[in-house]
């Protein structure tokens, strides 16, 4: 599935299938403006870390065509700034908006018209690289998959939390299309319910076999043997390995350790956050309360009381068996590996 995140470039519309609709209705958000882009994000009619930076890449495009007049390039840049701040967790969105921003700075002299052409075009290859990247994660994921394992996933990070294909989940479709005998637990991930809603729904549509589970029945799953492989997503993985993902995580990979069961992270790089130390230094984005108190359009929660709505938590790297990365696999010590294979990167 890739046509999630669709750009109509005559008419520079960012054209997004919405996540908040699934599995009930297929429905199309159209983001014209760059307040729509943002809006679109927080909301989660698009979200997942890298599916959230190829929109905020078109959403660069709509931001340029916005800013149209004499003084555009002082629009442009409140734009960028306004789009970067639209979710803080995920890296992946700062990253897109600044590589976008030093395309801009490198090709400074050119016309609004032309600028666009560069920004939809490297948009187009931020897409293309990020499929070929969850690609290149299900193949370095494959040795740690084995014939009849039952693989926890937690939250969505599949083809629609990328550009398709998925993290987590590429690692479950090519030990899978590398007919591996495999099933899935999809933790139901309250309260957007992005396991029971999108994760069900998309292994339901390539015909893997998934079984949702309630996030609190994790412990008597692992401890009656039900769990062989727990594989995640990351929203932003430190310098020193520790990664920030889906509220709930935390639980699934101290459960994991306790059970002797391996736990992976599966992410790009540019999922990776070298300027952040380690896990107490990323921002935890807090969501709205009624997304807790409130079932559908069912109150759940007495009037008043207070909630916590933290949107992800942070895994310590002493409790991940590896990262599954698109340039290979990462094993501790973690902040020698990722200096590495960032410096072989570089090269
Ligand atoms: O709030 P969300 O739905 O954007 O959170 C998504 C996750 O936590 C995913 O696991 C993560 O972004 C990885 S997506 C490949």
Redesign the pocket.
Known sequence: MEDHIVFHRDSAVLDLLDQRKLPASEERFLCRTTADVITALQV?VV??????GVSAAFGCAIALRESAGPDWREKLRKHLADLRAA?PT?VNLAWAVDHMTALWEKNASLAPEDLMKLFISEAETMRRADIASCMAIGRFGLPCVHDNDVILT?????AL??AGY???LGVVRAAFENRKNIRVIADETRP?L?GARLTAWELQQDGIPVTVACDNACASLMSRGFVSLCV????RIAANGDTA??IG?LGVAILARHYGIPFYVA?PLS?IDRSTPDGKHIPIEERPASEVTTIGSTRVTPEGVPVFNF??DVTPADLITGIITDKGLLTAPYDAAIRDVFAREEQ
Do not use: S
């Open positions: 989660m979200r997942g870390a890298p599916a959230i979710r995920a937690h939250c969505n990070a599949g939390a990328t998925g993290t987590a957007f992005q995640v997503g990351a929203d993902n889906k995580t992410a999922t949107a992800f």
